[in-house]
């Protein structure tokens, strides 16, 4: 079950399917799932659980994920290579995820301790490193069937801890028993288990048999796992394979009404709705009131760039050092990446005209291409100089931050071609914080412009919480004039 839903994360976060998709029972066991989603096959997951050979007793638990579909008009595919040994009572011990896309590699290794997560994450040839502390009292878990402590039952639902290696965190998730049903697979009726999983990303529902094997899996979206043979899941031929609808499209949120002239768009106020749905980010471009635990309306107020108050570099880095370190993914201390940064700014110490040099060069330099489902570190990037808004802003916030410019990247959506689409742009500190989009052809980023969260890298995934289950209304709109 969590090895699913990490999957779903995955899954939303990067339009590919990551992680393990297999819940079987602590023996020697071989499973094949196929992939459906928007009414067409897209992909299978193969999952092998075998003794393992460690010090330690432990089992060695591989999965592959195979995923293609279409984003942005081109076909994708993503491949997931995983592997993970566990303790017999499904306390992780070390992992290992390769997620190839486009003919691009990243891997996130993981080794476990009783305090800490020790964490590589490898992309572009380099590796960064990243601790993540284990709450004192919190025993992390792979997947609930692999825990001792007793059979779910009815009424007792029970919240695990696990580590979500696709965003580097750890996450909860409770877990919670439904009567059991009938269901029928291949032609064959079993009695199943149900099994519903409660997270932040929404409820995943799991149907097993009586040996604790996978029969079929529903998230949201309709994604759905079905058991097969192998030769079922497979069946995937590459030269006759047509891509289901675009998941740019179908994930993307329509607001009833068209918005004229978005990028010039001065105020916008909607209405939110879904299922549990976490606040956005209030700064001084948003506000948020809350209309239930369902439905807030968020007012967003395009404020006009200008290097008035700017600070110099050196003081915007002292007045914000966490956002000029290196990270996951943005490694700014990479000497060729320093170099090119102090480049493109020709001697430019203003904290603003900086900005405005780097998210400049970044936009004439990239290329959009939608065939890459894998985040990137900004060196990986810069080598290729082809990607979506993820890598733009990765590219510009690692630059940024080599420059010595504290830099994060906001995640959330944009209005275009009468929707709103999930996108990601850059936020500068220049002695107030500053949004800048390199993936547009101007820096100025509008009212449409509706974000979710902000952070480093990996905090691009936290918009795969709402994908899907988002609704929009406009409650008011204006564009034109953004002057103080």
């Known amino acids: 079950m969590i090895r699913r839903l990490i999957a779903l994360i995955a899954f939303l976060g990067c339009l590919g399917v990551v992680g393990f998709t297999s819940a079987a029972p602590l023996s020697s066991e071989e499973e094949w799932l196929g992939i459906t989603l928007l009414g067409r096959k897209m992909g299978y997951s193969h999952t092998l659980i075998r003794p393992g050979t460690g010090k330690r007793t432990s089992l060695a638990i591989t999965s592959d994920t195979v995923i293609r579909t279409a984003l942005l008009g081109q076909s994708l595919e993503q491949r997931i290579h995983m592997v993970m040994d566990v303790t017999p009572g499904g306390m992780p011990l070390t992992s290992e995820m390769t997620t190839t896309s486009g003919g691009k590699e990243t891997k996130v290794r993981a080794r476990f301790d009783s305090a800490a997560i020790h964490c590589s994450v490898t992309s572009g040839g380099e590796s960064s490193q990243k601790v993540i502390p284990i709450p004192k009292g919190v025993s992390l878990v ?237 060196l990986d990037v810069l080598k290729d100089r082809r990607g979506v808004c993820r890598d733009f802003a990765v590219l510009y916030t690692t630059l940024a931050r080599a420059a010595g410019l504290p830099t994060r990247i906001a995640t959330g959506l944009v209005y275009a071609d009468d929707a709103f689409y999930y996108h990601a742009w850059g936020e500068s500190y220049v002695g107030r914080w500053v949004d800048l989009d390199p993936t547009l052809p101007t820096a100025f980023v509008d009212a449409t412009h509706l974000k979710l969260s902000h952070g480093s890298a990996e905090s691009m995934l936290s918009v795969a919480r709402v994908m899907g289950q988002l609704k929009a209304e406009v409650v008011q709109y204006h564009s034109g004039d953004t002057s103080p």
């Open 142 to 378: 792979t997947d609930p069937d692999l825990v001792k402590t007793g059979s779910l039952t009815m009424g007792k639902p029970i919240t695990i801890y696990f580590f979500n290696p696709a965003n580097l965190s750890i996450e909860t998730a409770t877990l919670e028993a439904r009567p059991a049903e009938s269901l029928t697979v291949g032609g064959i009726t079993y009695p199943a288990r149900v099994t519903v999983t409660h997270s932040g990303m929404g409820d995943t529902t799991t149907w097993q048999d009586k040996d604790g094997r996978t029969l079929k899996v529903v998230a949201m979206l309709g994604m759905t796992m079905l058991r097969e043979t192998r030769e079922q899941a497979l069946s995937l031929p590459a030269d006759k394979y047509e891509p289901p609808a675009d998941l740019g499209k179908a994930f993307a949120v329509n607001p009833g009404r068209p918005l004229e002239d978005p990028r010039a768009a001065s105020m916008l106020t909607l209405r939110l709705t879904a299922p549990g749905l976490p606040s956005p980010v209030v700064d001084d471009r948003q506000k948020v009131e809350r209309d239930g635990p369902d439905a807030l309306r968020l007012t967003v107020t395009a404020k006009p760039l200008t290097p008035q108050g700017s600070l110099t570099l050196k003081q915007a880095a002292l007045a914000q050092p966490e956002w000029v370190k290196p990270a996951p993914y943005l490694p700014a201390d990479n000497a060729e990446v320093k170099a090119l940064a102090e480049r493109i700014l020709g001697g430019e110490t203003n904290a603003f005209w900086a900005s405005q040099k780097l998210r400049d060069w970044v936009h004439r330099n990239m290329t959009v291409r939608a065939d890459i489902g894998v985040i990137r570190s900004g």
